[in-house]
């Protein structure tokens, strides 16, 4: 059996290591370096050029390197096979590590003492308690319930929106778009980690926006797709939102000329909530390897009619 690793944006050597150690023998090749494409029949990938897939006729497994698939569901030319996506307790916890530090920026007005910094003026501000903010989180699959379980420890009050309900401790659940309807205005801060679908495309708009209370922040460390970018504009310049974090885009790398990029409100961050490090995931490669071989389910598989 061979690998084909393919990512612009992640080492091929580390991971080689890191795979080498939990399957010794595995034969990885790293694009466009295939070799015979006949001898592949595993891609760990991220991104990959649209067609390359296809190409591997003897194909039996995709492995994405992101929790989010919607790059690869995107290519018209996607083999049959099963494909994985990343859930890995190194990802899972650097994603909910980044909702409480941007939620922690606005609640303890960071931003504000950003600006006193810049003025060298000693000045205390008075911020709420956490049991007095409410955090709304849009999607509370692995993400969204681990961010939720972090959350809970510093007693923020908590609402999680799905497709269905979720049973979550500590967390009030609401679903569909009565349940969205219902959540959003108690909201101060609205975190957004939901998986790209045709449903949740550009979920993130002016509607959206309105109907959270004035004030309030959001967050989007999901997918730039979610989110209409001047809509958000929009809100931040009427003074509607009080701010924005935002992790993701609809055009990676954001284009320097960007309004976003400069806007006093807005914190940006390349694409970095949820980190995919070889050391901790590996093995989730491995497992699913394993799996194929022995003929045994294979684990995360995403069900292509949904998307995730």
């Known amino acids: 059996m061979t690998l084909l690793f393919c990512s612009a944006s992640d080492s091929a050597e580390d991971w080689r290591r890191e795979i080498a150690r ?17 001898d592949i029949e595993v891609a760990v ?17 995709i492995v994405s390197l992101g929790a989010g698939v919607e790059p690869i569901l995107l290519d ?22 980044y909702v409480v530090f941007q939620l922690l920026y606005w609640h303890r007005l960071m931003d504000r ?24 989180i849009l999607g509370m699959g692995e993400l969204g319930a681990a961010s939720a379980r972090t ?10 929106w799905s497709r269905s309900p979720k049973s979550i401790e500590g967390v009030e659940s609401f679903s569909g778009p009565d349940g969205l309807a219902a959540m959003l205005p ?7 980690l939901l998986p790209l679908t045709d449903e949740t495309r550009g979920i993130m708009n002016a509607g959206l926006f309105a109907a ?33 974090s935002l992790d993701v885009f609809a055009t990676e790398p954001l284009p320097a000329d960007h309004p976003l990029w ?23 490669v491995a497992t699913a390897v394993t799996a194929l071989r022995e003929g045994r389910p294979i684990p995360n598989l995403v069900d292509r009619s949904r998307g995730y």
């Open 45 to 61: 990938v991220w991104k990959p050029p649209a067609g390359m897939l296809a190409t591997l006729p003897n194909l039996k497994l």
């Open 113 to 136: 003492y950003d600006a006193l910094q810049a003025e060298a003026r000693w000045e205390q501000l008075d911020h709420r308690p956490a049991s007095e903010v409410t955090v709304g």
């Open 212 to 244: 959270l209370p004035k004030g309030a922040v959001v967050i989007n460390a999901a997918r730039g797709g979610h989110l209409v970018e001047s809509d958000l504009l929009d809100a931040l310049e009427s003074g509607h939102l009080r701010g924005a």
């Open 76 to 97: 018209p030319t996607l083999p049959d096979v099963p494909l994985v996506r990343m859930v890995a307790d190194g990802l899972t916890a650097d994603m909910a590590g």
């Open 22 to 38: 939990h399957l010794p023998g595995l034969e990885m090749r790293v694009w466009p370096e295939t070799g015979d494409v006949a």
């Open 186 to 192: 108690q909201c101060d801060v609205l975190v957004c």
């Open 262 to 284: 400069r806007h006093p409100r807005v914190r940006i961050t390349p694409h970095v909530a949820g980190v995919t490090h070889p050391s901790l995931c590996a093995g989730q």
């Open 151 to 160: 959350l809970r420890t510093l007693e923020y009050r908590l609402m999680g």
